[in-house]
């Protein structure tokens, strides 16, 4: 009998075929499971805090977990803790989906989209002794309860900063019309730091707020079509004007301190660092009860709790720990922001922190406008805002 | 004691042997389908699915990717004209990165491959191969601090009376000319290697003015070297996102895919076939200039 000859160009294909089947079967697996887990958590809160799991894998904005308090949790709970900074709410959201984290501390933008997609459980608030003495102004809150159903502890707030460079930008700025007037910001053209996020057009709708009451603007983050596009616009007109756009806290810091932009959007945070470094700064200061005079956008943070933690029992500790009065001093006075606890108060370094923060001054807060995830639906029963995807979709173009 | 039993006693070793043993294909096959593996799975088989999932879509509320076929990303890739700019910007920037690379290069290969002695050949070949060694996010924050207001350049140019570029479309430009450089010149540096210098002699001798020589023989010959080398600087600078974002405040394909992963990631698939497309034809006119024929 004729030996068959070896027929490499053929065997290839072959080989080729199987696996290109093989791998569309399993692409199809996979994506037959993803899809199943939209409706989410069913399952539902915890009941009893048990023995903690050793670690708990978070994801925070920075500075908010560091190791000054994280190592006396460490000490108490035996729960490691293993941190990932977000730089924004997208990000963390884009996280959380991995289900390899335990919990988030996520601000009003990003919590409705984490519940929405099944990617939090509720949290049972008994389990959280230090839930009962925070703030009754951060409870029940659109960002933080959901059909009457917990789903975070509050940890803190604080308003977004303006901050400049008090060497170049003179006189000291009271209105964010030096970032997003035109005629003013023209004159800083090219120095302008803004921050990287659909969030940022809420900036321009605090703005437009206060300087032209005709559109009505109630809620930063519920804009119908005429409202949103008059900020956009703005948006637009500030974009030849800005040096830089930052997604990270450490961007920015670095830019702030070469001197390659000299004023904008910021957090305490950096504002902090750019002052420890000894660089020209100086910022709208929430210590002394001033916000631009159109007030600011802000944040309220909360923590979550994954659907898919592995760490269940840490991370209740975690939550019952970082709003205990001592942690949540620490982390507050660290970060620049206004406590969640209200016994935080008596352990502050700085006695009148409190105060200077405004923590328990809610008519304070009314000028703040905490990040929340836009809908559509905004509350006149017409569905006819701007939803997060319009917002998305016009960054991208704002920054052309 | 039957045939199965003594076969069943063998060392398994024998028994493989013994299955290879007189069939070629399947000798070939178990040869072959490691690396074709490798090459089908992780890179035609990520392909597919992100060309599957552009056509899929996200929930506006929970971002949660909706599987099912929509051509709603691609409409809004064509239909806005920010995208349009976006892609455009980017090809453009690709194709000045290209230029700038094959004219900085050409003359140093052709130094290199033609004028150098021995030891000077192998000294410019480790200069050029020691910026690859260090990381590539090294270089470019390193650009980023020399482009700075308060950084070098301006530093130099000042008694010049001159201003740096700064951050911009301009910065990108310089980072990516500088970054993909030794991938033009390496390419250019072995066409030029394999030009017997008789040719060069020939034409000399045969009365050609040396740029006679240079654009008759020497380019024409070349030409295949340069255009493999600026698929490198092409697609390199096609698909980059972190320079982009840390030399200037543009958007290029890159960082609107990257920034569109976390909230809408089958869109940031459709966007990320566009440079595909790019490429594809890129490569189709390299062939037709003879890229692949000779290397």
């Known amino acids: 009998m004729r030996r068959r000859e070896a027929h490499p160009a053929r065997t290839a294909w072959l080989v080729v075929g199987g696996l290109l089947v093989f791998m569309l079967a399993l692409a199809a697996c996979g994506g037959g499971g993803s899809s199943g887990g939209a409706s989410g958590s069913t399952e539902g809160e915890l009941q009893k805090v048990g023995k903690g799991e050793g670690a708990v894998n978070l994801i925070s904005w920075a500075g908010y977990v560091e190791p000054e308090w994280t190592k006396p949790f460490e000490q108490e709970t035996g729960c490691k803790v293993n941190n990932k900074t977000g730089g924004t709410s997208d990000e963390m959201v884009e996280l959380m989906k991995t289900g390899q984290y335990d919990g988030v501390s996520a601000s009003g933008n990003a919590t409705a989209r984490l519940v929405a997609a099944g990617l939090v459980d509720p949290v049972n608030v008994s389990l959280v002794p230090n839930y009962k003495t925070i703030f009754p102004d951060l409870k029940n809150q659109p960002y933080n309860t959901f059909e009457e159903v917990h789903y975070g502890i509050p940890h803190g707030r604080g308003a977004n900063l303006l901050m400049w460079n008090p060497e170049s930008v003179k006189p000291a700025p009271t209105s964010w019309d030096v970032t997003l007037d035109p005629k003013v910001a023209s004159k800083y053209k090219g120095k302008i730091s803004q921050y990287d996020d659909p969030m940022s057009i809420a900036e321009a709708a605090v703005y437009l707020k206060f300087h032209q009451p005709d559109l009505e603007i109630e809620n930063p983050y519920e804009l119908n079509e005429e409202q949103f596009d008059a900020a956009v616009s703005l948006m637009k007109e500030q974009q030849p004007n800005v040096g830089e756009y930052w997604g990270e806290a450490a961007k920015q810091i670095q830019a702030f301190g070469a001197g390659d932009v000299e004023l904008g959007t910021t957090w305490q945070y950096q504002y902090f660092a750019l002052q420890e470094e000894g660089a020209p700064v100086a910022a709208s200061p929430a210590s002394e009860g001033f916000l631009p005079k159109e007030g600011a956008t802000g944040w309220s943070d909360t923590w979550m709790i994954s659907s898919k933690a592995k760490h269940p029992n840490c991370m209740y500790e975690w939550m019952n720990y970082i709003v205990s009065p001592k942690a949540n001093a620490e982390v507050a006075e660290y970060f620049g922001e206004a406590p969640a606890q209200s016994l935080a108060c008596d352990e502050t370094a700085n006695k009148n922190f409190c105060t200077e923060y405004h923590a328990d001054n809610p008519a304070f807060w009314k000028r703040v406008y905490y990040w929340e995830t836009p809908l559509a639906d905004c509350g006149n029963g017409e569905s006819d805002c701007m939803d997060y995807n319009d917002w998305v979709k016009a960054w991208t173009e704002i920054k052309g | ?295």
């Open chain 2, 1 to 295: 004691m039957s045939a199965e039993a003594v076969a069943a006693k063998r060392p398994v070793s024998r028994r493989l042997t013994g299955l290879f043993h007189g069939r070629p294909r399947l000798q070939v096959g178990a040869l072959l389908s490691g690396p074709l593996a490798w090459l089908v799975v992780l890179y035609l088989g990520s392909l597919t699915v992100l060309l599957i999932t552009a056509f899929w879509t996200v929930d506006p509320l929970s971002g949660e990717v909706v599987q099912g076929f929509s051509l709603e990303n691609f409409e809004s890739l064509f239909n806005e004209p920010v995208y349009r700019e976006i892609v455009w910007r980017t090809v453009r920037t690709a194709l000045l990165v290209t230029l700038t690379d094959a004219i900085i290069a050409f003359p140093i290969a052709f130094y290199m491959a033609k004028v150098a002695s021995r030891r000077g050949k192998a000294l410019l070949v480790v200069a050029i191969l020691m910026p690859l060694w260090s990381s590539y996010l090294v270089k470019v924050l390193s650009w980023r601090t020399m482009l700075s207001q308060n950084g070098v350049i301006n530093w130099a140019l000042e008694p010049f009376g001159l201003h740096g570029p700064g951050y911009g479309l301009t910065a990108v430009w310089l980072v990516m000319s500088y970054l993909w450089l030794p991938y033009m010149i390496l390419p250019i540096y072995a066409g030029l290697e394999r030009i017997p210098n008789s040719l060069i002699s020939a034409s000399e001798d045969l009365g050609a003015a040396p740029f006679t020589t240079f654009r008759r023989v020497i380019l024409p010959l070349a030409f295949p070297a340069v255009v493999a080398g600026s698929i490198f600087t092409f697609s390199l600078t096609l698909g980059d996102f972190i320079t982009v974002r840390l030399v200037s405040k543009s958007q290029f394909i890159g960082t609107v895919i990257a920034s569109s992963i976390t909230n809408d990631l089958p869109f940031a698939a459709a966007l990320a076939l566009v440079p595909i497309v790019v490429m594809i034809a890129y490569l189709a006119v390299a062939r037709k200039l003879g890229a692949f024929e000779h290397v």
